[in-house]
């Protein structure tokens, strides 16, 4: 299957402060990158999905000015999360996908606010 | 009523055993079906993907899908302890590539 990178696999962070977190599809480029959430043992939450040159397609009650999606590349996609507070701290995944494709996921980001 | 229905678990199977996955949905305008393993912290691992009513077989691994009931399983036979993971179904009305719905998750473990 196609591989999905994510960086960094896990971060420590001061509220108020911002935190970038990278989604690279390394053997295929992908015309879609979808963001996801994931508190503990419960499933994912769709944030936000992506296309390459366009602006992010956020989901009802995500924060745009909060997570910003930036998708420079056929295979980057960069998701910000700004002025974070200790209720941002969750696992975060991305995916990518060709059209047509199925979606592959990356290994995901635990983000730990302080 | 949610769009995908899961039952949680936690399932505990002795190793050989064949292991049993259902979802049910709500929305005919699904078409297209996943399943997904996950180890605990780490992201998503791609199991099965399909398209129409009936079996798909991979290994060990056996998806099923009956359109009419909105009903999908997974079934593990010959169960190992590796296999001890959450599996998340998935659905979606355009394809694997779109927007995905997922149930909530079935934790398995497969006792040695």
């Known amino acids: 299957g196609a591989v999905v990178s994510q960086h960094p696999s896990w971060v420590i962070c001061k509220s108020g402060t911002s935190v970038k977190i990278e989604c690279r599809s390394l053997?295929?480029?992908?015309?879609?990158m979808f963001w996801y959430r994931q508190f503990p043992k419960q499933s994912l939450m769709l944030m936000a999905t992506s296309n390459e040159g366009s602006k992010a397609t956020y989901e009802q009650g995500v924060e745009k000015d909060k997570f910003l999606i930036n998708h420079a590349s056929l295979t980057l996609s960069t998701l910000t999360v700004t002025s974070a507070h200790p209720e941002d701290s969750s696992f975060y995944i991305c995916?990518?996908?060709?059209?047509?494709?199925?979606?592959?996921f990356g290994p995901g980001t635990r983000l730990t606010v302080t | 009523q949610k769009e995908v229905e899961q039952d949680p678990g936690p399932l505990s199977v002795p190793e050989g055993a064949i292991v049993s996955l259902n979802c049910t949905y709500s929305?005919?305008?699904?078409?297209?079906f996943m399943w997904y393993r996950q180890y605990s912290r780490k992201g998503p691992e791609l199991l099965m993907y399909t398209y129409s009513s009936g079996n798909k077989e991979d290994g060990r691994f056996t998806a099923q899908v009956d359109k009419s009931s909105k009903y999908i399983s997974l079934f593990i036979r010959d169960s190992q302890p590796s296999d001890s993971a959450t599996y998340l179904c998935?659905?979606?009305?355009?394809?694997?590539?779109?927007?995905?719905?997922f149930g909530k998750g079935t934790k398995l473990t497969v006792n040695p």
């Open positions: 995916s990518a996908a060709r059209s047509g494709y199925e979606q592959y």
């Open positions: 998935a659905i979606s009305t355009q394809g694997g590539s779109e927007k995905l719905v």
């Open positions: 053997d295929f480029q992908a015309t879609t």
């Open positions: 929305n005919s305008a699904f078409q297209y």
